[in-house]
């Protein structure tokens, strides 16, 4: 599929850094742009490897019909100018992703999570329970190591677990799972996808092209979940922290069929949303046989995932907690839920015209709101029409310094943005780094 073709890739970043290699090596002509400048070594390997670099802010000359594929980057609009010309001269569209899927062997079997929340958490549930099994298994996609990078590792019979976004189905081909988790849907990315319809349709592209013999692990507590899977071929398991499913919560303890796996007390991790997390990690693992000893362990010791209701440090009384991966409103809703002493949000990011009016239940015990980025005057009326205090600041580093300065002993500060980071970071990751070195600065 892309060996010995002429294509055009659509942003750098990291994913089309690791596909222009990978595809490179297969022979391939390949144009790379982006808007910002990279990394200098980044370039000096892509121009070795024979990579056409352009740095523009509009690329749209340089497509062309002699062109096979545009390769996108999952975060670029799909009303992008290249986006659409590709359209109009019939160029396929995909992604970082396919292209890796296409180099896989073939005997790899594959564990796509994806979900509206807790797609991180379960992903990387799923990889520690089986690395902690002995399991050969690879972490991938968008939790931030692109599936290319993986292609030239992994053997013949590795498992991959990969966190696939609904930017990344979008744009899939033949892009295949055996193993496919829903951990759940709700109004997020309307932006990106136009209509709530059009966000579950790619969702449920995780199925795309199994059968009888591929898993589907389903939220039973979700209607979208459910009425959205009505149809797909997969041998369907539903977790539900509600009702009796195949996994379920009982007597404080998870259920697997009639056996216990573990008791709530002796999971590290707190917080129903992260029991539903579990569950779906357990369903998948136990499609490779690991044992209830080995997911205990991992349990038992597993603190969480970076960037999502991570603790950083204890300064002077006061609790900092990053939650950087939050880029929706419903993630700030989670974080907040995890706590109930006093609390000042450093809220804020890319302005995707989303409503803030989802956290109004959530933030009783939210002292002050500190807003940052693109949306922080629409955050700041939101908060004063709810009458919360809030306070406008131009950055994170000013926003985790005043919330310091603003703080009391015993309180917790949180950044969870309900924001992608965009605007003022390359991905979230950075703007978590760079609040946790902000805190320890203090």
């Avoid at 096979?68 to 995909?94: M, Q, R, S, W």
């Avoid at 498992?159 to 295949?176: A, M, P, R, W, Y």
């Avoid at 992260?274 to 038992?300: G, H, P, Q, R, T």
């Avoid at 969480?304 to 880029?327: L, P, Q």
Wanted: with cysteine.
């Amino acid at each position: 599929m892309f060996e010995n073709k002429k294509i055009f890739i659509l942003g750098i970043a990291r994913s089309g850094y690791e596909a222009a290699k990978l595809l490179a090596k297969h022979g391939n002509a390949i144009l790379i742009t982006d808007r910002k400048e990279q990394k200098e070594e980044h370039i000096k390997e892509l121009t070795e490897l024979g990579v056409d670099i352009r740095i523009c802010d509009d690329p749209t000359f340089l497509l062309d019909e002699t062109f096979d594929y545009v390769i996108k980057n999952p975060g670029i609009k799909l009303d992008h100018p290249i986006v659409v010309k590709a359209k109009e001269l019939n160029i396929p569209v995909t992604n970082e992703v396919e292209v890796a899927y296409s180099f896989l062997p073939k005997d790899n079997k594959i564990i796509g999570v994806t979900g509206s929340n807790g797609k991180t958490t379960t992903t990387t549930l799923i990889y520690e329970i089986l690395k902690t099994a002995g399991k050969d298994a690879y972490l991938g996609g968008n939790i931030g190591y692109p599936v290319c990078s993986l292609v030239d590792v992994v053997n013949d019979d590795s498992i991959l677990v990969l966190e696939i976004s609904g930017h990344q189905l979008h744009d899939t081909i033949n892009f295949k799972t055996n193993i496919s988790v829903m951990t759940n849907l709700s109004e997020v990315h309307i932006d990106h996808f136009g209509t709530y319809e059009n966000y579950k349709l790619n969702k449920c592209k995780i199925f795309a092209h199994h059968t009888f013999s591929d898993v589907a692990i389903l939220n039973y507590d979700n209607e979208d979940v459910m009425n959205g899977t009505k149809d797909i071929k997969s041998r369907k398991i539903y977790f539900s922290s509600k009702n009796k499913a195949d996994l379920y919560i009982n007597n404080d303890a998870i259920y697997y069929g009639e056996e216990e796996i573990i008791k709530l007390k002796d999971i590290k991790l707190k917080g129903m949303h992260n029991y539903e997390n579990i569950m779906c990690a357990i369903a998948a693992v136990k499609e490779f046989n690991v044992s209830n000893e080995d997911i205990y362990k991992l349990l038992n010791s597993f603190s969480g995932v970076e960037h999502r209701i991570e603790f950083v440090a204890k300064v002077n009384g006061r609790e900092f907690y990053n939650d950087s991966k939050a880029t929706n409103v419903k993630s700030t809703q989670i974080a907040l839920s995890a706590f109930s002493n006093p609390t000042i949000l450093l809220l804020g990011g890319l302005d995707r015209g989303h409503s803030f009016e989802g956290l109004t239940d959530y933030l009783k015990n939210t002292k002050l709101i500190v807003c940052f980025g693109e949306t922080k005057q629409r955050i700041k009326e939101y908060a004063d029409r709810i009458g919360k205090e809030c306070i406008v600041v131009d950055n994170l580093i000013e926003a985790t310094k005043l919330a310091y300065d603003k703080s009391n002993e015993e309180d917790t500060i949180l950044l969870s943005p309900a924001c992608a980071s965009w605007d003022q970071y390359a991905c979230f990751e950075d703007r978590g780094t760079e609040f946790k070195n902000t805190v320890k600065s203090l």
